[in-house]
């Protein structure tokens, strides 16, 4: 007897239609995220990449409530049946951060308390999002951590002032490790590392996203916002690239790195840019998200824009473009 499909399993995290707005002197508005619409399954790592300025890490400050004052949101997030948009404060600080959602943050040295040293924070954090009590207990365990994130035992007892950038980036991984939170959201957690750390960073995140999720079995997942499409091709699933604050294309990572390749002509334009590929730039500046043009915002760099492109918004979809790539043009 022939069976169909397995059944698609619910999502870890579920984001439709979130937009960000910061209101600006004189009603001003800049559009920092516009209409971002994704998935990310259990066991699943999802690679968002993009230029800087493109609006990555507020879409990953949307998710945990840590937007300035002057945003504004709209869409849902919803995380566990929770939705992170429209959570109370006191909720994300007692629920969410740390325990439902671990944070590699971009600027770790922001994140540490600069007044206690590295194991200190790890104790600390291991006595609160774990079952872990006692003196010995939590100093093993605070250990065990610094060791997953190849944070070297010998610095344990340094302040945050007395670490490196990549010390310090590995100190905010193994914290963000300890709760073993269903949703690892990482910020550039390469930043600072050597090509081996890198690969081992990202490979420690991609264990924690291996592992089905304890006793509750409903598995983890990985959001891994980076510039290093390296460390994504190494570990991603599925790829969503964002440009001017929309995401122009998801695909699957195989595919998206290998054959046939992204279809969106920017995704294109920075895998090209690699140095291992043609170490061509993609060509002029992305917009100033508070003067974004009519139609695509990528059309002004683009080779196969036409007055289509320039006077109409592309489709939404998994490629957000009205002239994508597809596998004849990669023949030709």
Request: charged share 20%.
């Amino acid at each position: 007897m022939e069976t169909g499909p397995a059944p698609r399993p619910a999502p870890v995290l579920s984001v439709r239609d979130l937009s960000v707005r910061f209101l600006m002197p004189a009603g001003r508005r800049v559009a920092a995220v516009t209409g971002a619409r994704f998935d990310v399954l259990p066991g699943e790592c999802l690679a968002l990449i993009g230029e800087s300025g493109c609006g990555k890490s507020v879409l990953a400050s949307a998710l945990l409530g840590l937007l300035p004052g002057n945003a504004q949101t709209a869409g849902s997030a919803f995380l566990r049946g929770l939705d992170l948009l429209t959570a109370g404060e006191r909720t994300l600080a007692r629920t969410v951060r740390g325990r439902l959602i671990g944070l590699v943050p971009q600027s770790p040295a922001a994140h540490l308390t600069p007044v206690r040293t590295v194991r200190s924070q790890l104790e600390e954090t291991v006595a609160a999002l774990t079952a872990t009590r006692g003196r010995a207990a939590l100093r093993t365990a605070a250990e065990a951590a610094a060791e997953r994130a190849a944070f070297p035992a010998t610095h344990l007892d340094r302040y945050p002032h007395e670490l490196s950038g990549g010390l310090a980036q590995r100190a905010a991984t193994a914290l963000a490790l300890v709760g073993d939170a269903p949703l690892l959201l990482a910020d550039e957690p390469t930043t600072g590392l050597d090509r081996d750390l890198v690969d081992h960073t990202v490979d420690e995140l991609r264990r924690h996203v291996d592992d089905p999720g304890g006793t509750e079995g409903a598995g983890r997942a990985l959001l891994m916002i980076t510039h290093d499409l390296a460390a994504a091709e190494r570990i991603a699933d599925r790829v969503a690239v964002m440009y001017a604050g929309r995401i122009v294309e998801l695909a699957d990572a195989t595919a998206f790195f290998g054959t046939p390749g992204p279809r969106h002509p920017y995704s294109r334009g920075l895998l090209e840019a690699l140095p291992d590929r043609a170490f061509r730039p993609v060509p002029g500046m992305p917009p100033e998200l508070g003067d974004l043009p009519d139609g695509c915002a990528f059309a002004p760099r683009c080779a196969r824009a036409t007055d289509l492109c320039t006077g109409q918004a592309p489709p939404s979809g998994e490629v957000a473009c009205h002239h994508p790539h597809v596998p004849e043009d990669v023949r030709a």
